[in-house]
């Protein structure tokens, strides 16, 4: 009796030491369980469990603080978790502190983080991919820190609504590219930290900033040191290809910059002296006596020199601005203009001097902002036209292109679409890129007018799942992408052409890369403004790198239609397979028609079958048209599976698979769901997945067998 009374007691003690109303917020007690899972379900952190349930708030979950029933802090820094970071940390809207530092997470940083956090600190681990751009949304962000990861890929411009970030550390990863313009916008920054990257170009973009500790050594900066870093009291600058001596002068056609007026006083005004325009009324007779005849003369002629050198100064821009512009209407034929403005880079110097007519364009350093408008272009005609576009990527010679492609040999081919082909371009200093050589036949003359309109706009696309437009060239008729290299392969080729590399392409995999190419387009959709219609959404359009991570090509090219007076290759009726019915029908395609796309890949997914394939019987040939009366047909679905997969997927993860397909392939567009339903849904399937894992496939009546690489979840991680 005495035991039991003890027992109650300190039952009765422990309910009374848990805080008031301490129920966790659902989708907070949610999110952490994803994490948890997400984490291989580790033992070390004290009360922790999967599947959303317990009570993070009311438990005392490890490393968990909470205001009322929002966890507000998450500080698990150095206690040993491996895994990735889950599906749902979007949900932890009262989430202040996010703090897995020093851990063995790996996999890609989250498409969506917590919208409300104000200190980040992902430091120490083994993620990859690149910075994802939700973080443009974070406002309240003061202290970001992603250092001593594999992060790679250009930092995108997402740095323009941060005023309040503080601190920036992203050094010892593998990041490229140029810095993004948004950098400059960072008004309350301190502290900015980018060692040991591979950054390149310019860092003009940081001059304006008030920092008190600036590392950007080990990259590939080049051009002059900004003056005003000399103000910087922790300063690191070494390892880079920075241009040694003074900064030169502005160029002749920039205007001088703004003089003190000569009627103001160049030493500060002392704590006694009166205000400009007030005199003391005991001091007003002596000034007056004090102003004799002599100064007044020497005050006038002050002033009159003082408006003739100004005047003189005009004219002498004026007639220099119109000089200028004679010779450059004379030499127009030859003109290429300032598209080649800093070409020269760390990436790429072998390209040439500019000519002697263009030398105070060319030697001029610019900032980024700068160099990414170009002036003029000429087109098939010879006329001029001007343009005024914002360009993020970096302008390419011909001859540096060329020099890259092997002048564009077979060798380096890597496909070949309805715009041109692609190659495969290595540069001296070992960066491997892909190379788009757009053919002249296949854009029509005001295509070509426009083509830098489209550039700037593939430019700005910044999201993990899309290949990244890096360069461009516009040069004697030409007209070349720059993109991102990704070697693994398309989806179309691993999963048609080659029996060993299917079955790599396990279903964990397989719901991935759909969910990946789901995000992709769901940016595209719904986050890019205004949207961005893919048009050509099929598998051969999705690249695999070596995680098998997608990454979605040719986006924005839809600006760049193909000559509808061009015989139709063999590559653009490939397409026909995933066309919408009401692109046949009426030519009309929109974000609902990229929909249905998605879902003739998500078949190829399911079946290994081509969209089209005449070598099959006749019932058989189309995909869409065979598969879909059979997707909710549990049996039929069984047979329809892609005997590459060997038997192990899950069944129930199979059927939910299938009724997502099924959406998408809806004859009428209106009845398909926006990619954003269709993200919810793959997620949903992956956290069943995610939970699933961890249980024995016959006590759930699975035929499921994990290959041991995926034992760990590594392929899970978003």
């Known amino acids: 009796m005495a035991a039991?009374?003890?027992?109650?007691?300190?039952?009765?003690?422990?309910?009374?030491?848990?805080?008031?109303?301490?129920?966790?917020?659902?989708?907070?007690?949610?999110?952490?369980?994803?994490?948890?899972?997400?984490?291989?379900?580790?033992?070390?952190?004290?009360?922790?469990?999967?599947?959303?349930?317990?009570?993070?708030?009311?438990?005392?979950?490890?490393?968990?603080?909470?205001?009322?029933?929002?966890?507000?802090?998450?500080?698990?820094?150095?206690?040993?978790?491996?895994?990735?970071?889950?599906?749902?940390?979007?949900?932890?809207?009262?989430?202040?502190?996010?703090?897995?530092?020093?851990?063995?997470?790996?996999?890609?940083?989250?498409?969506?983080?917590?919208?409300?956090?104000?200190?980040?600190?992902?430091?120490?681990?083994?993620?990859?991919?690149?910075?994802?751009?939700?973080?443009?949304?974070?406002?309240?962000?003061?202290?970001?820190?992603?250092?001593?990861?594999?992060?790679?890929?250009?930092?995108?411009?997402?740095?323009?609504?941060?005023?309040?970030?503080?601190?920036?550390?992203?050094?010892?990863?593998?990041?490229?590219?140029?810095?993004?313009?948004?950098?400059g916008s960072l008004s309350n920054l301190s502290s900015l930290y980018m060692q040991n990257n591979q950054l390149t170009g310019s860092v003009n973009v940081l001059s304006g900033l008030s920092l008190t500790t600036l590392n950007i050594a080990n990259n590939n900066f080049n051009g002059w040191i900004p003056q005003e870093f000399s103000s910087i009291p922790d300063l690191t600058l070494g390892g880079n290809s920075f241009t040694n001596g003074p900064a030169p002068p502005p160029p002749p056609f920039m205007p001088p910059p703004p003089r003190r007026p000569r009627n103001r006083p160049s030493h500060p005004r002392g704590s006694g002296d009166a205000p400009e325009g007030s005199?003391?009324?005991?001091?007003?007779?002596?000034?007056?006596?004090?102003?004799?005849?002599?100064?007044?003369?020497?005050?006038?002629?002050?002033?009159?020199?003082?408006?003739?050198?100004?005047?003189?100064?005009?004219?002498?821009?004026?007639?220099?601005?119109?000089?200028?512009?004679?010779?450059?209407?004379?030499?127009?034929?030859?003109?290429?203009?300032?598209?080649?403005?800093?070409?020269?880079?760390?990436?790429?110097?072998?390209?040439?001097?500019?000519?002697?007519?263009?030398?105070?364009?060319?030697?001029?350093?610019?900032?980024?902002?700068?160099?990414?408008?170009?002036?003029?272009?000429?087109?098939?005609?010879?006329?001029?036209?001007?343009?005024?576009?914002?360009?993020?990527?970096?302008?390419?010679?011909?001859?540096?292109?060329?020099?890259?492609?092997?002048?564009?040999?077979?060798?380096?081919?890597?496909?070949?679409?309805?715009?041109?082909?692609v190659y495969k371009a290595d540069f001296p200093n070992g960066k491997v890129l892909a190379v788009k050589k757009i053919d002249s036949s296949a854009l029509s003359l005001q295509e070509e007018d426009n083509f830098l309109e489209a550039v700037s706009s593939m430019s700005r696309l910044r999201h993990p799942n899309i290949v990244p437009l890096t360069g461009y060239c516009v040069e004697h008729g030409q007209r070349l992408l720059v993109y991102e290299y990704i070697g693994n392969g398309t989806l179309h080729d691993v999963l048609h052409y080659s029996d060993e590399l299917?079955?790599?392409?396990?279903?964990?995999?397989?719901?991935?890369?759909?969910?990946?190419?789901a995000r992709a387009l769901e940016y595209l959709h719904e986050v890019c403004l205004p949207s961005v219609v893919h048009r050509n959404f099929k598998s051969s359009n999705i690249l695999l790198d070596e995680e098998h991570n997608p990454h979605l090509s040719d986006c924005g090219l839809a600006a760049l239609t193909p000559n509808t007076e061009r015989q139709v290759s063999t590559e653009v009726f490939g397409s026909f397979g995933y066309s919408a019915p009401e692109f046949a029908m009426s030519g009309i395609y929109t974000v609902k028609s990229d929909v249905y796309s998605f879902g003739v890949v998500m078949l190829e997914l399911l079946t290994g079958r081509k969209p089209l394939d005449s070598s099959r019987e006749r019932s058989e040939q189309s995909l869409v048209r065979w598969a879909t009366p059979q997707l909710h047909d549990i049996d039929a679905l069984a047979k329809m599976v892609d005997p590459a997969l060997n038997g192990m997927y899950p069944a129930k993860s199979l059927s939910r698979f299938a009724d997502i397909i099924a959406l998408c392939v809806q004859p009428e567009p209106e009845f398909r769901p926006p990619m954003s339903e269709v993200v919810q849904q793959l997620v949903r399937l992956m956290q069943r997945a995610s939970i699933v894992r961890r249980q024995s496939g016959e006590e759930l009546g699975y035929s499921y067998r994990a290959p041991e690489r995926e034992g760990d979840m590594r392929d899970l991680s978003f």
């Open 279 to 421: 005199v003391s009324p005991a001091g007003q007779g002596d000034k007056k006596q004090g102003l004799q005849t002599g100064p007044l003369v020497g005050i006038v002629a002050g002033s009159t020199v003082g408006a003739l050198c100004a005047l003189l100064l005009l004219v002498f821009c004026i007639r220099n601005a119109q000089k200028r512009k004679d010779d450059t209407s004379s030499n127009s034929k030859d003109f290429v203009g300032p598209l080649s403005v800093n070409i020269e880079r760390a990436s790429n110097r072998e390209i040439p001097e500019q000519s002697p007519e263009n030398t105070s364009v060319a030697t001029m350093k610019i900032s980024p902002a700068e160099k990414m408008t170009p002036e003029r272009i000429y087109g098939k005609t010879g006329s001029m036209r001007k343009t005024k576009v914002p360009i993020t990527a970096t302008p390419y010679t011909v001859a540096s292109l060329q020099v890259a492609t092997n002048s564009f040999c077979q060798d380096s081919l890597l496909g070949e679409g309805s715009l041109g082909r």
């Open 4 to 183: 039991l009374a003890a027992a109650l007691v300190g039952f009765l003690l422990a309910v009374s030491s848990a805080p008031a109303g301490a129920t966790t917020d659902a989708s907070d007690a949610a999110a952490l369980g994803n994490l948890y899972s997400s984490w291989n379900s580790p033992s070390q952190l004290a009360g922790w469990s999967a599947g959303g349930g317990g009570d993070p708030c009311g438990a005392g979950w490890q490393g968990i603080s909470c205001s009322g029933a929002g966890v507000t802090e998450i500080r698990l820094a150095g206690v040993g978790l491996d895994g990735s970071l889950g599906y749902e940390l979007s949900s932890l809207f009262s989430l202040k502190t996010l703090d897995l530092s020093n851990n063995n997470l790996h996999g890609s940083i989250p498409y969506q983080l917590p919208p409300n956090l104000t200190y980040l600190n992902l430091a120490t681990n083994n993620l990859s991919g690149n910075l994802p751009y939700s973080i443009s949304n974070m406002v309240s962000l003061e202290y970001l820190n992603v250092s001593h990861n594999s992060l790679s890929q250009q930092i995108g411009d997402l740095f323009g609504s941060l005023n309040s970030l503080s601190e920036l550390d992203v050094s010892f990863n593998k990041l490229t590219g140029d810095l993004p313009n948004s950098l």
């Open 502 to 517: 299917s079955r790599k392409l396990t279903w964990n995999i397989r719901v991935r890369v759909a969910l990946g190419t």
